[in-house]
């Protein structure tokens, strides 16, 4: 079965579960409001991580739901704030909620969100999982939002900083995007009720499959067509942002070079990109980008040999290639 399939096939329940705690939002704009970005669609990775895991240690698939709908509700809630934050006025190809309610609204959606989300992995025991593992998970998820928060103020403070270190942006990127797909991955392995080594592992899995995600975004930002991105290609470079590559870049290149690189992230200008690329391309960054987030795949993949053979742990070795595989 092809991965975007496998996903198709999990977002049902999941949405279902979304749709249940939605419910009971009100008043009407703000369940609007709180609905706008699940109905705008996504891949729903984060989910059928949780699923998926639950499933390849030999747990009831049907107690991880709930869980699995908590994590994808915390994931749009960070991007509802995000979105604030960045000012980004579009999302999956719709408006975003900031702009069609406005700020304020905005940010009490993304709370509902949030709050829902714990409510709804406290109600796994209903479902027949026991109390210990749903603390277990709870316990998780809450790990992640902190992280998420965190990786989120380092990532402002990366602003107008062109010192950053390589370490530095790894700590960055593991918070503000791994820390949930790990939560995920290591969430649905105590809910299926893994063991103790197939929960590290698989909490390790997630953690090395979220960095290599958001360093292939690194990559797609300079190797892709805009057909394929669905936006200008080096927008990262025209908004100044702190990549890899530009960490990489800063770290190795000669004066006059890490000069001149800084004056065009600075600049904010569209007509300096190719510049910026050529400069990637003298030390060795894109490459070298690439060739971290394959290695992060590979030991993610080595992790799963400890589970048993079946249709999940494959889909599991599936999902982490389709990191390197997806074009947007």
């Known amino acids: ?34 609905k706008h970005l699940i109905k705008a669609g996504g891949k729903k990775i984060r989910p059928a991580l949780v699923l998926l895991t639950a499933e390849a240690v030999g747990g009831n698939i049907e107690g991880a739901y709930k869980t699995a709908a908590a994590v994808e509700l915390i994931h749009t809630f960070s991007l509802i704030h995000d979105d604030i934050m960045d000012e980004d006025e579009m999302r999956r190809g719709k408006p975003s909620v900031h702009t069609m309610w406005g700020e304020p609204m905005a940010i009490l959606a993304g709370d509902i969100l949030f709050s829902l989300a714990f409510e709804l992995v406290a109600q796994t025991q209903v479902d027949d999982v026991p109390a210990s593992r749903v603390i277990k998970a709870l316990n998780t998820v809450v790990d992640a939002c902190i992280k998420i928060c965190e990786g989120q103020a380092c990532d402002m403070s990366f602003e107008e900083k062109f010192d950053v270190g390589e370490s530095e942006y790894l700590n960055m990127i593991y918070k503000k995007t791994a820390a949930l797909i790990a939560a995920a991955t290591k969430s649905g392995a105590i809910i299926g009720g893994g063991t103790a080594e197939q929960v590290e592992a698989l909490s390790q899995y997630g953690e090395l499959i979220g960095m290599a995600f958001q360093i292939q975004d690194d990559y797609l930002d300079v190797v892709s067509e805009e057909e394929e991105l669905g936006k200008p290609v080096g927008s990262d470079i025209v908004e100044g942002k702190m990549t890899l590559m530009v960490v990489h870049t800063l770290s190795v290149a000669s004066p006059e070079d890490k000069e001149e690189l800084i004056f065009i992230l600075k600049s904010g200008d569209e007509s300096n990109t190719q510049r910026a690329i050529d400069i990637f391309n003298k030390y060795g960054s894109i490459d070298y980008t690439r060739d971290i987030a394959l290695d992060n795949v590979n030991r993610a993949k080595d992790l799963l040999d400890l589970l048993d053979d079946s249709p999940a742990k494959e889909a599991l070795y599936d999902l982490a290639d389709f990191m390197l595989q997806r074009k947007n």
């Not at 975007?4 to 369940?31: F, M, Q, W």
């Open 1 to 34: 079965m092809e991965i975007l399939d496998v996903l198709k096939k999990y977002s049902a329940g999941v949405d279902r579960e979304i749709e249940k705690a939605l419910d009971t939002v009100d008043p009407e704009n703000l369940y609007n409001a709180s």
